[in-house]
């Protein structure tokens, strides 16, 4: 794909970023907006990504590890315990009101957000595609059962008197670093309907998003004239297919990112900054 000269303004020129993120707005009425953890780093929520497009730390948990391994699903809710608190008290922050208030002016095709953490739609953003799925619900792998992440918290407590929470580092799917602990002693409770497995209703890392959420986005991106990336470093296949296909189908992308993302030769505008202070200085709180 031809592209046009790639916006690569540094940090301390903001109000030239400012002014390239309204002009795209300005042009392109129908939007399709596809956001990543980078949006949420401003309500507390910890990217997994370095500028490079590195982990930070461990990789997360793998879909088939916690699905055939007793002592990793162990490990994880043990984490998710300390982890969940601070992600349920998460809110959102200027940049999440920002892309609500470009919605409320109808210039939105579609949301599409790789967020597990519903800051969207506490922002006041509707028909979200939450491309991998909603941290405060959790499923039963046997009966299909959907339980708000609260009651499996309070389960999870009841289960686990005195358990070491000594948090380090949360992470954006509410793990979170613990310190030298015997997690075979972590007791897992079971789904409340039939005992079966519980695992939290978002695609860990390994696993398919469901068929219904993509087509959703693909019909999105079909309705679109221009793609804007807000956070997301794009390393991830599932998002990044969007914009891989929306450059081969010829239409504008920017992203306003800090650092690399997977989709710098496709991109036609590029901002390397804060998300959220770039959104809400061009669009203000909605």
Not at 1 to 8: K, W
Not at 151 to 165: D, F, K, P, R, S
Not at 227 to 246: K, P
Request: charged content about 25%; proline content about 4%; hydrophobic content about 40%.
């Amino acid at each position: 794909m031809s592209t046009t000269a790639v916006d690569t303004a540094p940090a301390s020129a903001r109000s030239d970023n400012v002014a390239a993120l309204r002009d795209f707005i300005d042009a392109h009425r129908r939007l399709f907006v596809l956001s990543g953890a980078g949006l949420s780093v401003g309500s507390g929520i910890p990217d997994y990504r370095d500028r490079q497009g590195g982990w930070k730390g461990a990789t997360p948990i793998q879909h088939q590890a916690f699905i055939s391994q007793h002592d990793k699903r162990q490990r994880y809710w043990a984490r998710s315990m300390a982890g969940w608190p601070p992600v349920a008290r998460a809110r959102p922050n200027a940049g999440h009101e920002a892309l609500a208030g470009l919605g409320r002016r109808e210039q939105l095709s579609l949301l599409v957000t790789q967020n597990v953490d519903g800051l969207h739609q506490a922002a006041g953003s509707r028909g979200v595609v939450d491309l991998h799925g909603r941290l405060d619900r959790v499923v039963c792998l046997e009966c299909g059962n959907r339980i708000h992440r609260n009651e499996v918290q309070t389960a999870l407590i009841q289960a686990n008197a005195g358990w070491l929470t000594d948090a380090d580092a949360i992470r954006p799917d509410g793990d979170i670093e613990l310190g030298d602990v015997d997690y075979s002693r972590f007791n897992v409770p079971g789904c409340p309907m039939c005992g079966g497995v519980l695992k939290p209703d978002v695609v860990f890392f390994g696993g398919s998003v469901p068929k219904a959420r993509v087509e959703r986005a693909w019909a999105g991106l079909r309705a679109s004239d221009a793609v804007l990336v807000a956070g997301s470093s794009l390393m991830v296949w599932s998002g990044f297919r969007f914009v891989r296909e929306a450059a081969r189908t010829g239409l504008p992308v920017m992203a306003i990112n800090y650092g690399k993302t997977r989709a710098d030769d496709l991109l036609t505008h590029k901002i390397d900054d804060d998300c959220v202070e770039v959104l809400e200085a061009a669009l203000g709180h909605g």
